[in-house]
T-cell receptor, first 113, second 114 residues
Framework: SQKIEQNSEALNIQEGKTATLTCNYTNYSPAYLQWYRQDPGRGPVFLLLIRENEKEKRKERLKVTFDTTLKQSLFHITASQPADSATYLCAPSNAGNNRKLIWGLGTSLAVNP | DAGVIQSPRHEVTEMGQEVTLRCKPISGHDYLFWYRQTMMRGLELLIYFNNNVPIDDSGMPEDRFSAKMPNASFSTLKIQPSEPRDSAVYFC????????????FGPGTRLLVL
């Protein structure tokens, strides 16, 4: 069955450092992969979408890579700030049914001042 | 825009009771999604609609769950009868008709079935 795996352990980093979160998928060949941020008590908020033919996507301090050979996406936050502390979710989808997202459990990130 | 609106925000009920969750999508969005989130299973897609028509309900757990979208600005998710294992946060999300697949989530309804 399709499986999405994200870092199960919470990630603690120092302010100013780069946070790197991992999303691995198996039995799956997604055409798109999205990253969302979720704060406690709130719904997920879209951050970035990357397509299978794109190796890298950037938005301000955020960078996403998509390696279809490794079946992995990496999500980077550079110059991290305490306000970046949240849970980050990855969600791939197929080309044929790109509205149906399969979600990882998320990685909790804590940026310490 | 007000964003996706969900009600109630919190619901506590007893096993066997009927529960109705409500959602108003963002105006102009013609896709609507219902999700359930738990610590153990994460976010699970229950059902989604396009132009008020259910497209994929394969995630609906069982016959106790039903969803309707009578018009473009309103949808309901009903659980009847409710069971303690239905306790979770239920999210509604909507997205635009064009190729962008971004989903916009509501604040969720936290359901506790005793």
């Amino acid at each position: 069955s399709q499986k999405i795996e994200q870092n199960s352990e919470a990630l603690n980093i120092q302010e100013g450092k780069t946070a790197t979160l991992t999303c691995n998928y198996t039995n799956y060949s997604p055409a798109y992969l999205q990253w969302y941020r979720q704060d406690p008590g709130r719904g997920p908020v879209f951050l970035l979408l990357i397509r299978e033919n794109e190796k890298e996507k950037r938005k301000e301090r955020l960078k996403v890579t998509f390696d279809t050979t490794l079946k992995q996406s990496l999500f980077h936050i550079t110059a991290s700030q305490p306000a970046d502390s949240a849970t980050y979710l990855c969600a791939p989808s197929n080309a044929g049914n790109n509205r149906k997202l399969i979600w990882g459990l998320g990685t909790s990130l804590a940026v310490n001042p | 825009d007000a964003g996706v609106i969900q009600s109630p925000r919190h619901e506590v009920t007893e096993m066997g009771q009927e529960v109705t969750l409500r959602c108003k999508p963002i105006s102009g969005h013609d896709y609507l999604f219902w999700y359930r989130q738990t610590m153990m299973r994460g976010l699970e897609l229950l059902i989604y609609f396009n132009n008020n028509v259910p497209i994929d309900d394969s995630g609906m757990p069982e016959d106790r769950f039903s969803a309707k979208m009578p018009n473009a600005s309103f949808s309901t998710l009903k659980i009847q009868p409710s069971e303690p294992r239905d306790s979770a946060v239920y999210f509604c999300a909507s997205s635009l008709p064009e190729s962008q697949e971004t989903q916009y989530f509501g604040p969720g309804t936290r359901l506790l079935v005793l």
